[in-house]
DNA sequence: CTCCCTGCAAACTGTTTGCAAGTAC
DNA sequence: GTACTTGCAAACAGTTTGCAGGGAG
């Protein structure tokens, strides 16, 4: 289903530019969240990155997962299991659907998110600065099966 | 400003239905949701209700809020602050806008948003079962005062 | 009278902090 | 060499659980 490409040393890149130091546990943890097919919390990531690195810290992982997201390189989601997991950040797109049988994040189209933000402004007389929107269902693929 | 209009009442009729015993701190908490201008946490609640039953215990709430959510009277807002959040909930009215000055909830007319949904559903494949959608901001009031 | 609800205390989970040692720059 | 990072362990906050006593139906 979705492909959510991310390039890794683009990540780095920005991070390097953010002035934190690049190591190799971050590297590690970056390709952990670009690879990762569903959302992942930072206690997950952490066993993740424990497989190819035994001694990384925990704590470790929850700074970075911070700074990853203060950064917008990750995005919190806010969904059924909880609001602890992350997914890469896609430019401009901002609508999530999650799969509740697959577990996997899809990135729609936000434009007509816009279009409704919009609207609702001048209904509302809210100035709207901010929005989460979580779709969740099931995907095209699982469908199928089902 | 908005006005989250809630009978007590028809909670605690709801409750009865349900089968839950009413009690008498069930129906302080009730009455904590049903009044607050801004949206609560159970820790909040817990705090707001000892005020004038100070040996409430906290579990006791905790325990109340999440039969309030499955319930469906309460609803758990996803947030800047957290994701411990709670608004009653008001029927077929889902859109939520929290102003980030004042803290305080508005309820908007949700029908945009399942428009948008039905459109998305359309684009992406995917059958959409449910939704969060949270809108952030300064609400009208907080805008003249800035 | 029965069972659910309550309060208390302890347990638990996910997350944060302090610190000495290590490492990028 | 300097300052940011790391791993470890301890601290912490919010939430859950177990249990004995109390109150609703």
């Keep these: 289903m979705p492909s959510n490409t991310i390039n890794s040393e683009d990540w780095l890149a920005a991070l390097y530019k953010s002035g934190v130091r690049v190591t190799a546990v971050q590297a590690a943890l970056i390709d952990i969240f670009a690879r990762s097919e569903v959302p992942l919390s930072a206690e997950q990531a952490w066993d993740v990155a424990r497989r190819s690195r035994p001694k990384t ?7 970075m997962v911070e700074k990853l ?11 059924y299991q909880g609001c602890s997991h992350f997914v890469p950040t896609l430019p401009e797109l901002m609508m999530l659907f999650i799969c509740l049988d697959c577990g996997r994040a899809d990135y729609l189209d936000s434009q007509p ?3 409704l933000i919009q609207q609702s402004e001048h209904i509302s007389g809210h100035r709207i600065t901010d929005s989460r929107l979580q779709l969740f269902g099931a995907c095209a693929v699982c469908q199928q099966i089902a």
């Design 113 to 115: 998110l816009d279009d």
């Design 57 to 63: 810290g925990r704590a470790t992982v929850y700074r």
């Design 69 to 79: 997201e203060n950064l917008g390189l990750i995005r919190r989601i806010h969904g």
